[in-house]
């Protein structure tokens, strides 16, 4: 048991990572690797204004921060994440209007699976 790593990568960095006839461009590929372990295991940081924060985005390709590390609960955790205005954020870092969007998605599927609130 241990940690994972949530992150996402937008597409318009990687897309020239592989060919035409869907190969996959090696020097690209182990590009997209380090920044993954640069965002997971061994982060920047910079200095916030609460002290240092973590830099959970990286650079790739012609994407300014094309890797995003969004959380990295342990394996016994139970946590909730809505992908909501172009990125993914933990539920407790979303204000009240997103909040209110993630319920509706919530209501929608219990109501859809024929369960009552």
């Not at 241990?2 to 020097?27: C, P, Q, S």
């Not at 200095?47 to 394996?75: F, K, Q, Y």
């Amino acid at each position: 048991m241990g940690n994972a790593h949530i992150l996402y990568v937008y597409e318009d960095g990687i897309r020239n990572a592989v060919t035409m006839d869907n190969k996959i461009i090696e020097e690209k590929a182990t590009e997209l690797g380090t920044a993954i372990l640069k965002v997971s295991l061994v982060p920047g940081y910079h200095t916030g204004d609460d002290g240092p924060e973590r830099i959970r985005s990286h650079p790739l390709h012609s994407h300014g921060n094309c890797v995003n590390h969004v959380d990295d609960p342990h394996s016994t955790e139970a946590k909730l994440y809505l992908w909501f205005r172009n990125c993914l954020r933990p539920i407790h870092k979303l204000k009240t209007d997103e909040l209110a969007v993630a319920k509706s998605i919530i209501d929608d599927q219990l109501k859809e699976r024929g369960v009552s609130g």
